[in-house]
Every structure is written in C-alpha cells, then in structure tokens.
C-alpha cells in the first residue's frame, strides 16, 4: 500500500490515521510520498511509486489534487486500485480524471443521501423540486436537534441547552441520534462508495466496526 498527501491539515491527518490503521493490520505501508494541495503535476512520485508495485494508493487530500493524480497514474500504467477520504469523493472526479475514475473507491461520513429517511426526500424534493446534496439529511438534523434542545431547556442560552443537546435521542432523517461522552454520534456511520459510469455510488455502509453490502443496508433499512 501506498500513501500520498497534500501536506494539509485535513489532508496529512487523514493519511496519518489511513497509514497507523494499516500497520495495526499488518498491511505493508511503502515509504509516504507528498505534495502539496496545488500540486497537479504527480508524475516524478507516481513514478517513483510504479517500481514498488503497490496494490493500492490511499492519498490523503482534495479532488483537486486527486483527479490529475489518478489520470497520470493510468497513464504510466499503473493498476493500483486509487482510495480517497471525503475530499476527493465527489462526481468532480470523472471530469478531472475522465475514464481514469472508474473503479475508484472513497468514503464519507454518515449514511449516503438515498438511505435518508423517505420523508425526508420526498419532502425536499417537494420544496426545492431537486435532490438533496450529500450533507442535507445531517444538516436538517442538526438544526432540529438544536431546536430541541432549546426547547427542552427553554433557552437559547448553550449554556443551558448544550447540556440538553447532549441527553438527546432523537429520530432524525439520518437515523437515529444519540451521543457519547465525547460528543460524538453514537454508532455513526460510514459509506463506502465507488465511481461506476461516472457517478459517486454507494457499496457498502460500516457501522460498530461492521461492513455491510449497501443493498443489504437499505433492505434492513425497509424493515
């Protein structure tokens, strides 16, 4: 396995977290390579990088970054499978890499939007006559846990409806929300996807450390 990042913050911290899950799995991490996030020109490390054959190149950073990356990796020939976090898990891919994109594989946070829940959908389909954008489910529920929250407290004051945000369980369009000590989503998910036919399309959802085949997720979903 190979890794490359942008040397962001965003894009040297999801590398640094890819590269120490890997070596806890016994996975052979090659020597890291990076850019920076205006890099477009990859070649000299793609280069470098083909005589090792690496199976796979995890690179941490944005699509801007990623699409020439992948295009010139095909180019040199190539064949690692190409993995990306969030910032490079767009559509923008397929216009940035052209064929190159096919068969890519990233993750996002949270579940994808199709799996948010049919109210949802038909309702934002119904206000805005369009589809709602990746993050749209998870937004709608933040501004109405706060609502709740201030409700329940009978303030606008976080002081008093924070500690309220934080007891709450709630059924959202994203699923059901409740949150730990730390504050963070209890058994939140994550959507694995891949670009097939130049579109960003769901295979897998993991949750508790479980994968799960995105058909089967929405068919227990149904449930």
Not at 33 to 58: H, M, Q, V, Y
Not at 116 to 129: M, R
Not at 174 to 200: L, Y
């Amino acid at each position: 396995m190979a890794i490359i990042d942008d040397a962001t913050a965003y894009g040297e911290g999801l590398a640094n977290e890819v590269e120490k899950t890997l070596k806890a799995a016994n996975v052979n991490v090659l020597a890291r390579e990076k850019g920076t996030d205006k890099t477009t020109d990859w070649k000299a490390i793609l280069t470098k990088l083909r005589g090792s054959n690496p199976e796979a190149i995890f690179y941490g950073g944005m699509d801007s970054g990623a699409g020439p990356m992948l295009k010139q990796a095909r180019e040199l020939g190539i064949q690692a499978v190409f993995a990306f976090g969030d910032g490079a898990c767009t559509e923008k891919m397929k216009e940035l890499a052209g064929d190159a994109s096919e068969g890519m594989i990233c993750s996002q946070a949270g579940i994808p939007v199709k799996a948010a829940s049919k109210t949802f959908l038909d309702a934002f389909k119904a206000k805005f006559n369009s589809d709602p954008l990746i993050y749209a489910p998870f937004t709608y529920d933040a501004a109405n846990l706060l609502i709740a929250a201030m409700q329940k407290a009978d303030s606008v004051d976080p002081a008093k409806y924070l500690p309220e945000l934080a007891k709450l369980s709630y059924q959202g369009a994203s699923g059901k929300i409740e949150f730990d000590a730390k504050g963070d989503r209890k058994d939140a998910e994550m959507t694995i996807f891949t670009m097939k036919t130049g579109k960003i399309e769901p295979v897998a959802i993991i949750k508790g450390g479980q994968s799960v085949a995105f058909e089967d997720f929405m068919k227990s979903a149904a449930k």
